[in-house]
């Protein structure tokens, strides 16, 4: 079968809407398009209905309650609900935080407002693979201490943490537990209380819904976490989230995760197979590729970088293969991605770095095309530069 170009391996970045999540939404822009706070007329009672199946269909893949699930504009806010939401709410408990270096923007640049405010963090160091050690996770929780952040799986290198240990020794020091999950949801099975999780933070368009639709899990049981909200307007939600329902974006995000719970382990152990085709492509091909991450990881993803080659030039060189950098360039400075710093990847290595990340519509001839486009233009490079001037 020919390969459709361009190809698409940035799934990581974002996915596209399941044509059956684009379905359920449909009616609910034009037709059933009620608010669901309206109680008195049957608009208002079709779209309050299709909220509360939504509930249910998020709390299935999370193993969750219904009533724990907030929902918000995406993890991002998701994650500043949780953050901020809680350190304001319970303060009084202390004013010391637990994340790690790797974490989403969206989580170190709370935990950086909160610090100029006065607020103690600790940032805990990873590994090479990426991972906390959970045994200095333990010695720095203290009696102050409030909340731990440690997001379920990174973005950049998938690798993923051991979040049930973590959330065992959030129970036994009463430290309140969040997860940023927004890479793991529908990917790898969660279950927040086996993990013993009391915020999880997730985000539609990484699981084949709409963008700007997400939710956050909230344990309302042993303990009861209540948080304080970003904002103010009417009290809906438990008074933690305010603001008129974005019905239609909320229907997609149920309809996405119900697709994700019927099918992921079908769907995980295929991108594994792919993902490994990937590595193995490349790595046996070329001298000089380091896979970045370790031990546990999502099985869709892969991080590489290329010795030898100049990383905005191997980037933009990949044409007609959609995937990302792990270094943050400007048009002045090149800078390696922090994650890679984190995890001791030398500088030029980490400026040579590039993401895959596969998803459902990534095939066998794909991957092989991508494979081939990757080791053509590295061995381009190489030859260029070894070549005398």
């Known amino acids: 079968m020919p390969v459709q170009l361009p190809v698409y391996m940035d799934y990581n970045a974002t996915t596209p809407v399941d044509p059956k999540v684009f379905a359920v939404m449909a009616p609910f822009f034009c037709e059933a398009f009620g608010n669901a706070a309206s109680t008195s007329h049957s608009f208002g009672w079709t779209a309050n209905a299709a909220v509360d199946k939504a509930r249910m269909q998020v709390a299935a893949l ?34 010391h935080i637990i994340t790690q270096v790797t974490e989403h923007k969206a989580v170190i640049d709370p935990y950086k407002r909160l610090q100029s405010d006065g607020w103690q963090v600790t940032w805990l160091g990873v ?4 991972r906390i050690d959970v045994d200095e996770l333990a010695r720095a929780i203290r009696h102050d201490t409030l909340m731990v952040s440690i997001m379920w799986a990174n973005n950049e290198i998938g690798t993923m ?29 969660i279950n927040v209380d086996s993990a013993g999780i009391d915020l999880l933070s997730m985000s539609a ?12 899990y909230v344990r309302n049981h042993d303990p009861r976490i209540e948080l304080f909200p970003l904002f103010e307007g009417g009290g809906h939600q438990l008074g933690m989230r305010s603001g008129t329902l974005n019905v239609t974006g909320i229907v997609g995000l149920g309809a996405a995760c119900e697709i994700a719970f019927q099918g992921m382990a079908d769907e995980s152990s295929r991108l594994a197979i792919l993902r490994d085709r990937l590595e193995k492509g490349i790595t046996t091909q070329l001298e000089g590729v380091h896979i970045n991450g370790g031990g546990e990881r999502l099985p869709h993803c892969t991080n590489l970088s290329f010795a030898d080659v100049e990383g905005g030039v191997l980037l933009s060189s990949m044409d007609d293969v959609a995937v990302s950098s792990g270094s943050a360039c400007t048009s002045a400075v090149k800078e ?22 596969l998803g459902r519509q990534s095939t066998v001839e794909e991957v092989d095309y991508a494979v081939e486009k990757v080791v053509a233009v590295v061995k381009r490079m190489r030859e260029m530069k070894a070549k005398p001037e």
């Open 127 to 130: 590994d090479r693979n990426g």
């Open 336 to 357: 390696p991605s922090f994650v890679l710093k984190a995890i001791g990847v030398p500088y030029e290595l980490a400026l040579a770095s590039i993401r895959f990340s």
């Open 161 to 189: 943490q051991p979040m049930h240990d973590i959330g065992r020794i959030c129970k036994s020091r009463g430290v309140i537990f969040h997860t940023d999950a927004t890479q793991a949801v529908g990917k790898v099975g």
């Open 62 to 95: 999370i193993g969750s309650s219904p009533n724990e699930i907030i929902w918000t504009s995406g993890s991002t806010e998701s994650n500043n609900l949780a953050i901020f939401g809680a350190c304001k709410n319970y303060e009084y408990r202390g004013r």
């Open 205 to 216: 368009h990484k699981l084949y819904g709409p963008k700007g639709s997400g939710a956050l």
